[in-house]
């Protein structure tokens, strides 16, 4: 929550009227205006990446990131307890498009699946007495029981330098995103899918290692309910699990 909190403060104060915004007539300079005209403005959010020539053994083709449009990038994660890494293994794709209107606002998706361990998404719930012999909380799974969770999430993104005011670097960049996730659990102790929503904050930093070629990582936390169908006319909160997790990831991809 506290990143979502940064993402909306962040975007409100950038929207604000201010010296450094660029004018619709100023979006797609030439490379003079960002080098010699109006550098401190074009840069103070972008670069200038230039390709190597291993012909010539110089840099050249120079590219603007702020006339990036498109990212794709492909992530794999880990836990984020750094002693059971392997507790959380998955693969993650994202597509984000840059707004038109604001051009430090992205928008798009993501496609993830983990393989994992119960514990390490959720706990136990403490017996109680009831009348549901299904009851979530009569089911006292193993630490290790595997776990598979699939999600597909639709988000936005904010991309800034903000590590540049500590020191100097043209390629890095970092990015927050958070995604409304849409969520499916398969439990293995009693076999049975669990459907629900969720919630992903990422923050990743990144470097451009060419004008369109970036790698980097990234940290992601996960909020989500989910349940199964009911058996008879037992209550949603007797068949519901709550989940939470902290994973790390690479990341490698392009923007264009």
């Known amino acids: 929550m506290k990143i979502l909190f940064f993402l909306l403060i962040t975007l409100n104060l950038s929207q604000a009227s201010d010296p450094w915004t660029l004018s619709d007539e100023e979006q797609n300079p030439d490379t003079q205006d960002i080098l010699i005209k109006k550098s401190d403005k074009y840069l103070r959010n972008e670069s200038m990446i230039y390709d190597l020539n291993t012909d010539l053994g110089i840099k050249d083709q120079r590219k603007y990131t702020g006339t990036d449009s498109h990212k794709f990038a492909l992530a794999g994660h880990v836990s984020g307890d750094y002693e059971h890494f392997n507790d959380i293994l998955g693969v993650e794709f994202n597509y984000m498009y840059r707004s038109k209107s604001y051009n430090q606002l992205w928008y798009g998706f993501q496609v993830f699946q983990h393989n994992t361990y119960f514990n390490s998404i959720t706990q136990n719930i403490t017996p109680e007495a009831g009348d549901n012999a299904n009851a979530e909380s009569q089911y006292q799974r193993p630490q290790y029981t595997k776990n598979t969770i699939s999600s597909l999430g639709l988000g936005i993104g904010h991309r800034f330098k903000l590590l540049t005011d500590f020191f100097s670097s043209d390629d890095v960049f970092e990015m927050v ?26 923050y990743g930093i990144h470097k451009r290692s ?13 909020l989500a309910s989910v349940s199964r169908e009911a058996i008879g006319n037992e209550n949603k909160s007797d068949r519901s699990l709550s989940l939470g997790w902290l994973s790390l990831a690479f990341e490698m991809g392009w923007f264009f």
């Open 177 to 202: 995103e958070v995604y409304g996730n849409y969520i499916v659990l398969n439990e293995s102790f009693i076999k049975k899918q669990y459907l629900g929503y969720g919630l992903s904050t990422n």
């Open 210 to 222: 060419s004008s369109h070629f970036f790698y980097g990582g990234k940290f992601s936390y996960n």
